[in-house]
């Protein structure tokens, strides 16, 4: 698990503020915990967080290499909004057994379970790998790089964008792989022969075809070229094929 950071938006226009930022529709904030991303204007991911509603202020939850970065972009936008980042003392434990009172659920997949915001950080021992590669889901710094697309990355399955929301920064091109271009490349659960180092060059027929990225139980998240991604492929030692 990546060390989180845990900042705290409050002021009267934090709502507004972030509804013309991140990939999400805020206004959800008011139903419980919202997963989002932030773009750069080409429609390349920057980052991914958790907002979490706490009163009148929204807890943003996102992993520590990426917090200052994030916070300082988050601020240029500010201008005269009434709105207000600032660091908390606040560690995140999480698990999937039964929720401890106070948790919120994680809103991208119901098997990442709950998150418990307080003094105390950690988890309740699960294997959080395995559940990532079983339903594909990327990790901030592993399979989420700058380089990312979000929807090549699952960001509509895992409830991480909404398409009626309105304007945000990379929402012009995040709206036209949408609606006007079929995904030719993307994050797939693939099997796995063996292993590989995380980042390892997927290859068919002599060519590159993707990346390998998190294995698990013989199994493992790439990016790969669906139209070229046919038969046998290699990755390093590790055969790979579709699952």
Known sequence: MNERAIFRISGADRISFLQGLISNDARK???GPVYAALLAPQGKYLADFLLIPDGDTVLLDIAAPLAEATVKRLSMYRLRAD???EPTPLQVHRGTGPA???AVTDPRHPALGWRLYGATGGDDGTDWDAI???HCIPETGIELTQDTYILEAGFERLNGVDFRKGCYVGQEVTARMKHKTELRKGLVTVRVQGSAPV???IEA???VVG???TQAGGRGIAHLRLDRAEG???AGAATVSLD
């Open 199 to 201: 980042g390892t060059p």
């Open 211 to 213: 990346t390998l990225y």
């Open 100 to 102: 401890p009172t106070g």
């Open 205 to 207: 027929a002599g060519r």
């Open 29 to 31: 904030l008011d139903a």
């Open 83 to 85: 709105v207000r980042i």
């Open 132 to 134: 990532r590669v079983a």
């Open 232 to 234: 046998p492929m290699q």
